[in-house]
């Protein structure tokens, strides 16, 4: 199956530790989102990555770091740092030749916890 | 970063009914889309629409890009129990990086 895969579906972290959200993708899209949503709230996003060894900050990229080694995956970091990390994360990714039909498509999400 | 207006915020109808939901912008997008989000999931594409007054259908859904390229309109008709999830509307400009700036979402219920 092409697709994106998260996981774990659900992480419990206890509060100052760092935690890493995994993401992978088989669509051999080039471009990879990490977004965040809040109870009742849109997405905002934290970090991008249009290419491999690149990324960019996004709206709300404090308390978060993430690396691009490969193509198909783009973990998230939940630092210490972060002061209300408990949230619906959610991984996108899209062809990325910049297009406006480059459309993102989603994978199911992980809901962290924060104890 | 700037979110767009969604309205309304939720929804709770008869099954049967047709439901309209809408966005607006104070800026021009490029492209508008319509995602529906289930409890606990990803967000799923519905429709995607690319030119400036562009109508296209996905069985019951309908939705149009604004001719200003301000706004843009979901309806779903004759809705059914599994209508049931939040429907965001996100704008997105090919200048930007492809970013999508989001709506707030719009939360549907449906009574048998």
């Known amino acids: 199956d092409g697709g994106i895969t998260q996981s774990p579906k659900y992480l419990f972290r206890k509060e100052g530790q760092n935690v890493t959200l995994s993401c992978e993708q088989n669509?051999?899209?080039?471009?990879m989102y990490w977004y965040r949503q809040d109870p009742g709230q849109g997405l905002r996003l934290i970090y991008y990555?249009?290419?491999?060894?690149?990324?960019q900050k996004g709206d709300i990229a404090e308390g978060y770091s993430v690396s691009r080694e490969k193509k198909e995956s783009f973990p998230l970091t939940v630092t210490s740092a972060q002061k209300n990390p408990t949230a619906f994360y959610l991984c996108?990714?899209?062809?990325?030749?910049?297009?406006?039909?480059?459309?993102?498509?989603f994978g199911p999400g992980t809901r962290l916890t924060v104890l | 970063g700037q979110q767009l207006n969604q309205s309304p915020q939720s929804m709770f109808i008869q099954e049967g009914e047709d439901v309209s939901m809408n966005c607006t912008s104070s800026?021009?997008?490029?492209?508008w889309l319509w995602y529906k989000q289930d409890p606990g999931e990803g967000p799923v594409l519905l429709i995607a629409l690319y030119k400036a007054g562009e109508l296209t259908s996905n069985g019951r859904l309908t939705a149009q890009f604004g001719i200003t390229r301000k706004d843009s309109f979901l309806n779903i008709s004759a809705s059914i129990p599994s209508d049931v999830g939040i429907y965001f509307c996100?704008?997105?400009?090919?200048?930007?990086?492809?970013?999508?700036?989001f709506g707030g979402g719009t939360r549907l219920m449906v009574k048998p």
């Open positions: 990555s249009q290419i491999v060894n690149d990324f």
């Open positions: 996100a704008g997105q400009r090919s200048n930007a990086g492809n970013m999508l700036t």
């Open positions: 669509l051999n899209h080039d471009a």
């Open positions: 996108a990714s899209s062809r990325g030749y910049g297009g406006s039909t480059d459309t993102q498509y």
């Open positions: 800026s021009i997008f490029n492209t």
